[in-house]
């Protein structure tokens, strides 16, 4: 019997939004399994069988539960406590990267996705096995069996042979079992925490007499909102809390209940849990803090308090939370303690601090910002932010996603959703931590240049995800894409009543990388029709300060109109008592009668409320107290819109690629090195970057002066001599590089120099001199969180001082890898600047593309410089001519893939 694996245990989330255990069988399983074919019908039997069973024998259930874990697998589905599902497979003798699968699910199950879910993790793991594909034999009355393969996204291959249907297709993932997947996930995880946005009815374990009380101001805040169904206070020492009956216990609740806010200590909380397992509640909302984060002890109690809850299928929010609300009049949902319920509107907030929660409800109050929901998330426990994600996405109340970020569960899974999602609906973020560089003892360029920063920073771009730095910033932009279409452009006028506002305005609208076009003739004419002499329409339209409802309506009306602008904003500042409301008025009603899809934002340095003088029921115009915050969060939705109009990329397949040989090399290298891995050898180095078609220059390892002289001469061209040396990381900082070396005697002098640079010398490489070329550094660093950092920088010595870089989270697509040749500064001088010539840009993306391939591929690497990275002229290609990889152990059979596979309530480590 094989090593049980263990990382394999994972939650998963069902087609009616429950959840169940799946792992892998045990031994000690056989009681469990017999438990579910004595549950089992007459026919789901003869269905698993082909034959009509009344029992397992004990040898039978012998052989069912002991597998080796490679040729023979088995994964069991487990809910309170019994085996609900099984699906196993065994290799066929004949071809074993085939596998013959089987599944049988309890009949009070069934049609739940037990067999799909069976099915995804199944082939995930049997593709870190080496199987290439599935068979079943399958009867025809089993509709359900054929109806899940045939909807799982997979290439099904049929045939009937006496009166049996066999069924084949390949385990390896295709867009189209990937989009499968991805909707089940969509459609599983919104069902699952649908019980805590629209619950039936509430009960609060914990509910307090006491006003001044989390568990009193909680119960309190829920009836005074008016929430559509029975609220039932759980207390054990009152008999009515509010005037409302109190119960015991959740268990002497006479009636169901959809959803638990728990408000007690946490050393009662998991027995509470318990209990509304007992009762039948669907979802979670913890208050209770004291968990993972007081310590150890307290993580170990969440740990008790997720089982409880998993166990049982519910979904929870918390702990450590301060809870949860939906405005939608349908529920009315106020299941927070903070003293605010938001205005109703079509913006989603999750918090994962929930003191900034209170604050952030308070803000979006202040600023008329409406709220559909809102999820204080505290230790993230179960419900994280990717599920919220998931949920808001299909949520037809929502239509802006705003999210305060301190950490991320699953950073690989978060990439994925946001891209699909921010294609729907905008995700604005802040994420605190910003100036932490991340404590990582990185000994390559790579490593060096990478944070954890630049890893959300790259998140972020990819996933067209809008990252704010300030929560003011964050309302600013919701308040504009809460309102207003995203702009078709760059191109922004603006009209005022007062020149310093104008030319505050214009500087802030190009530091922030708009424009301010100069109108033309023609419609500078149409303005100037009721401006005053003085007045200028040139852009910014300065009406000066006399200008009144009659100016602000035709010039708004008349740039709306023109196609020379995409976006107008509308500076007012108050010159005559009163005013500011009749020029809100021609704003909202300038607004309410566009339908050219421009946008319209406006700047009101007023202490009277402008938030709310610019809403009223037909539209709310979005306004800021300042020029320069107009400026920047329309310059961040801009960058947005623009994001939306690129096309989605792809990941391009090589067919020149051998992965197989490159982790081969990897984990040879790793059984030499031990548990801390290491540094390869040159040869090493060169073996992996060849299998992804990444060569280094014809090279050698020397230990002599005349062994060196002998290569060169064979090479018969300019060479380059470096040391190999444990202590030289960086060789030319040591004086361990001599370039452009021919001739026996320059070789020997070469020889002895290099070798006196360090006092641990081990050979000398000596490499064909690759001349000429744009050197540039192509890279990649393993970041514990995200996973793989690909970058891409003007390459050299100096990369670190100058840290023009790019990074990216891997794995990249073709259109990230052309974003990021151009995204740095100096990718100028790879399309030819003064008298630099041209590189060869595509060699450059296709490099990138290849390194992005190959840390896809083999897992062990966890760091990798090529350094430089000669690109030669157009058409000649590129040339990795300096090369570093560090591997690492991973579990075997691992792949990054595993991390992220839908519908998985946590992750395959």
Same mark, same amino acid.
């Given at each position: 019997?094989?090593?049980?694996?263990?990382?394999?245990?994972?939650?998963?989330?069902?087609?009616?939004?429950?959840?169940?255990?799946?792992?892998?069988?045990?031994?000690?399983?056989?009681?469990?399994?017999?438990?579910?074919?004595?549950?089992?019908?007459?026919?789901?039997?003869?269905?698993?069988?082909?034959?009509?069973?009344?029992?397992?024998?004990?040898?039978?259930?012998?052989?069912?539960?002991?597998v080796d874990y490679d040729s023979r697998m088995a994964f069991v589905v487990l809910l309170d406590d019994k085996m609900i599902g099984v699906g196993r497979y065994e290799r066929e003798k004949d071809n074993p990267k085939i596998a013959e699968v089987a599944f049988a699910v309890e009949d009070a199950h069934q049609n739940r996705g037990i067999g799909t879910q069976l099915l995804q993790i199944m082939t995930a793991y049997a593709r870190t096995h080496g199987i290439e594909g599935f068979s079943a034999y399958v009867l025809p009355d089993n509709v359900q069996m054929i109806r899940m393969f045939r909807h799982s996204g997979y290439k099904i291959e049929r045939t009937m042979e006496e009166g049996v249907y066999s069924v084949s297709f390949p385990v390896a993932p295709s867009p189209d079992s990937r989009a499968a997947e991805e909707?089940?996930?969509?459609?599983?995880?919104?069902?699952?925490?649908?019980?805590?946005?629209?619950?039936?009815?509430?009960?609060?374990?914990?509910?307090?007499?006491?006003?001044?009380?989390?568990?009193?101001?909680?119960?309190?805040?829920?009836?005074?909102?008016?929430?559509?169904?029975?609220i039932y206070p759980v207390n054990p020492t009152a008999t009515f809390v509010h005037s409302v009956r109190a119960y015991p216990t959740v268990l002497d609740i006479p009636d169901p209940v959809d959803l638990a806010f728990i408000v007690v200590p946490a050393k009662h909380v998991v027995p509470v849990v318990r209990e509304c397992a007992e009762k039948g509640v669907r979802g979670l909302v913890v208050i209770s803090a004291g968990f993972s984060e007081v310590g150890p002890e307290g993580a170990e109690l969440e740990r008790e308090l997720v089982e409880a809850a998993r166990a049982?299928?519910?979904?929870?929010?918390?702990?450590?939370?301060?809870?949860?609300?939906?405005?939608?009049?349908?529920?009315?949902?106020?299941?927070?303690?903070?003293?605010?319920?938001?205005?109703?509107?079509n913006v989603a907030m999750s918090s994962q601090s929930g003191a900034l929660g209170i604050a952030i409800l308070d803000y979006a109050r202040q600023q008329n910002i409406g709220i559909s929901s809102f999820?204080?998330?505290?230790?993230?426990?179960?419900?994280?932010?990717?599920?919220?994600?998931?949920?808001?996405?299909?949520?037809?109340?929502?239509?802006?996603?705003?999210?305060?970020?301190?950490?991320?569960?699953?950073?690989?899974?978060?990439?994925?959703?946001?891209?699909?999602?921010?294609?729907?609906?905008?995700?604005?973020?802040?994420?605190?931590?910003?100036?932490?560089?991340?404590?990582?003892?990185?000994?390559?360029?790579?490593?060096?240049?990478?944070?954890?920063?630049?890893?959300?920073?790259?998140?972020?771009?990819?996933?067209?995800?809008?990252?704010?730095?300030?929560?003011?910033?964050?309302?600013?932009?919701?308040?504009?894409?809460?309102n207003q279409p995203v702009p078709k452009g760059r191109r922004v006028g603006v009209v005022t009543n007062g020149g310093g506002p104008g030319i505050l305005a214009a500087d802030a609208i190009e530091s922030n990388g708009l424009t301010m076009p100069e109108f033309s003739e023609e419609l500078q004419t149409r303005l100037?029709?009721?401006?005053?002499?003085?007045?200028?329409a040139r852009n910014p339209v300065d009406m000066v300060a006399g200008a009144g409802p009659d100016?602000?309506?035709?010039?708004?009306?008349?740039?709306?109109?023109?196609?020379?602008?995409?976006?107008?904003?509308?500076?007012?500042?108050?010159?005559?008592?009163?005013?500011?409301?009749?020029?809100?008025?021609?704003?909202?009603?300038?607004?309410?009668?566009?339908?050219?899809?421009?946008?319209?934002?406006?700047?009101?340095?007023?202490?009277?409320?402008?938030?709310?003088?610019?809403?009223?029921?037909?539209?709310?115009?979005?306004?800021?107290?300042?020029?320069?915050?107009a400026a920047l969060a329309l310059a961040r939705v801009v960058e947005y819109g623009e994001w939306l109009a690129k096309p989605e990329g792809k990941i391009p397949e090589f067919d020149d690629v051998h992965p197989d040989e490159a982790r081969r090399v990897a984990q040879e290298a790793l059984a030499r090195l031990g548990d801390e891995g290491g540094w390869l050898e040159p040869d090493e180095v060169d073996k992996i970057l060849c299998a992804f078609g990444m060569c280094l220059p014809p090279s050698k390892v020397v230990q002599t002066p005349d062994e060196a002289v002998e290569f060169a001469r064979?090479? +018969?061209? @300019?060479? !380059?001599?470096?040391?190999?040396?444990?202590?030289?990381?960086?060789?030319? *900082?040591?004086? #361990? /590089?001599?370039?452009?070396?021919? +001739?026996? @005697?320059? !070789?020997?002098?070469?020889?002895?120099?290099?070798?006196?640079?360090?006092? *641990?010398?081990? #050979? /000398?490489?000596?490499?064909?001199m690759v001349k000429g070329g744009h050197e540039v550094l192509i890279g990649m660093t393993e970041d514990p969180a995200f996973g793989p950092?690909? /970058?891409?920088?003007?390459?050299?010595?100096?990369?670190?001082?100058?840290?023009?870089?790019?990074?990216?989270?891997?794995?990249?697509?073709?259109?990230?890898?052309?974003?990021?040749?151009?995204?740095?500064?100096?990718?100028?001088?790879?399309?030819?600047?003064?008298?630099?010539?041209?590189?060869?840009?595509?060699?450059?993306?296709?490099?990138?593309?290849?390194?992005?391939?190959?840390?896809?591929?083999?897992?062990?690497?966890?760091?990798?410089d090529l350094n430089p990275v000669k690109v030669l002229e157009p058409g000649e290609g590129a040339v990795a001519v300096d090369a570093r990889i560090r591997v690492k152990p991973v579990e075997e059979g691992w792949t990054p893939e595993l991390v992220d596979l839908p519908g998985l309530v946590n992750p395959i480590k």
């Open positions: 019997m094989g090593k049980y694996p263990s990382e394999f245990e994972v939650d998963a989330v069902l087609r009616d939004g429950g959840v169940v255990h799946i792992r892998p069988i045990r031994p000690e399983d056989t009681e469990l399994l017999n438990g579910l074919f004595q549950r089992m019908g007459p026919q789901s039997r003869y269905f698993r069988f082909f034959q009509e069973k009344d029992e397992l024998t004990p040898k039978e259930l012998e052989y069912f539960c002991n909707e089940r996930e969509r459609r599983a995880v919104a069902a699952s925490i649908g019980p805590i946005f629209y619950p039936r009815s509430i009960a609060v374990i914990g509910a307090s007499r006491r006003p001044d009380s989390i568990g009193g101001r909680l119960f309190h805040n829920l009836i005074s909102q008016g929430f559509s169904g029975p049982a299928g519910m979904r929870m929010v918390g702990p450590n939370c301060m809870g949860v609300l939906n405005t939608d009049p349908k529920v009315s949902v106020n299941g927070t303690f903070a003293p605010i319920f938001p205005p109703v509107g999820v204080s998330v505290g230790n993230k426990a179960d419900i994280s932010g990717n599920d919220l994600l998931l949920y808001w996405e299909g949520d037809p109340a929502t239509d802006v996603i705003v999210l305060y970020l301190e950490s991320f569960g699953n950073p690989r899974r978060f990439g994925r959703l946001a891209r699909r999602i921010a294609r729907k609906k905008p995700i604005v973020a802040v994420k605190s931590g910003r100036t932490k560089a991340g404590s990582r003892a990185a000994s390559s360029h790579t490593g060096a240049l990478a944070s954890v920063d630049v890893a959300v920073d790259a998140l972020f771009h990819q996933a067209g995800v809008i990252r704010t730095a300030t929560l003011e910033e964050l309302f600013d932009v919701a308040a504009l894409l809460s100037r029709e009721v401006l005053s002499p003085e007045a200028s100016e602000y309506r035709h010039c708004i009306e008349t740039l709306l109109e023109s196609d020379e602008i995409d976006t107008l904003i509308v500076s007012y500042i108050p010159v005559a008592p009163g005013q500011e409301r009749d020029i809100a008025e021609v704003v909202r009603a300038a607004g309410a009668g566009h339908k050219g899809g421009k946008t319209l934002l406006s700047v009101f340095m007023s202490s009277e409320d402008p938030a709310r003088l610019l809403a009223d029921d037909q539209i709310q115009i979005p306004t800021y107290e300042f020029p320069e915050a064979q090479l +018969g061209t @300019q060479v !380059v001599l470096k040391v190999v040396s444990p202590s030289a990381l960086h060789k030319s *900082d040591v004086g #361990g /590089v001599v370039l452009g070396v021919q +001739g026996e @005697q320059a !070789v020997r002098e070469a020889f002895e120099k290099v070798t006196a640079s360090v006092d *641990d010398a081990e #050979g /000398v490489l000596v490499q064909q950092l690909i /970058v891409f920088g003007m390459g050299g010595v100096l990369v670190e001082l100058v840290g023009d870089v790019a990074f990216r989270i891997n794995p990249v697509t073709d259109l990230e890898a052309a974003d990021m040749v151009r995204s740095i500064k100096s990718a100028k001088l790879l399309e030819g600047y003064r008298s630099y010539p041209p590189g060869d840009i595509a060699a450059v993306e296709e490099f990138i593309l290849r390194v992005s391939a190959l840390a896809e591929a083999v897992p062990e690497i966890a760091e990798m």
